[in-house]
């Protein structure tokens, strides 16, 4: 089984800031990598998938990179309504979907 | 817009069953495979079991397999997950969520709002 393994679990950060959260694959999964942004209280929802591609409404200062087994979630500018829980997902592998463990962003 | 409404979650005793549904909307619902995630209190996602989009094939995390049925009623746009055995581990918010491909897997976009499912006695 594929493991994902995410870091840091926790983070403390400022409005303004920029902050780097990394996801590590136990083998190479190419570019199926998916992130989530998920608020207390609310579903997640989808950042980024295929590792690089922002979805649909989703602010620009949000940007993924990486492929094969290493993969980085990156925000440029923290705002208020970004201090959340971040999620990365493999969508390959067999069983699929496999979650990391989550990075809390916090003021 | 595409939503996806859950139903049927409750509180249920340690190896009763309990089903939950999920309705989707705005969507071709036929073309599309289907999971479940659920997350524990306090506790992280975890993919629980998906479809793909004509229901021929089924997976399952090894945390629920041989408990749990995921199925789908394309002509009802609508999802299920028949629960069975149900422990305590269980317990958790459980949300429905569109795949990406048809196939699976992809990503997850729209997610419901999410059941609560509680198994205590």
């Known amino acids: 089984d594929i493991q994902m393994t995410q870091s840091p679990s926790s983070l403390s950060a400022s409005v303004g800031d920029r902050v780097t959260i990394t996801c590590r694959a136990s083998?190479?999964?190419?570019?199926?990598l998916n992130w989530y942004q998920q608020k207390a209280g609310r579903a997640p929802k989808l950042l980024i998938y295929?590792?690089?591609s922002l979805q649909l409404g989703v602010p620009s200062r949000f940007s993924g990179s990486g492929s094969g087994t290493d993969f980085t979630l990156t925000i440029s500018g923290l705002q208020p309504e970004d201090f959340a829980t971040y999620y990365c997902q493999c969508s390959s592998g067999m069983p699929p979907n496999i979650f990391g463990q989550g990075t809390k962003l916090e003021i | 817009e595409v939503q996806l409404l859950e139903s049927g979650g409750g509180l249920v005793h340690p190896g009763g069953s309990l089903t939950l549904s999920c309705e989707g909307s705005g969507f071709t619902f036929k073309n599309y495979a289907m999971s479940w995630v659920r997350q524990a209190p306090g506790k992280g996602l975890e993919w629980v079991s998906a479809i793909n989009n004509g229901g021929t094939d089924t997976f399952y995390a090894d945390s629920v397999k041989g408990r749990f049925t995921i199925s789908r009623d394309n002509s009802k746009n609508t999802l299920s997950l028949q629960m069975n055995n149900l422990r305590a581990e269980d317990t958790a918010i459980y949300y429905c969520?569109?795949?990406?491909?048809?196939?699976?897997?992809?990503?997850?976009?729209?997610w419901g709002q999410g059941t609560q499912v509680t198994v205590s006695s």
């Open positions: 969520t569109k795949e990406s491909e048809p196939l699976g897997p992809g990503w997850f976009d729209p």
């Open positions: 083998q190479s999964i190419g570019r199926d």
């Open positions: 295929g590792a690089l």
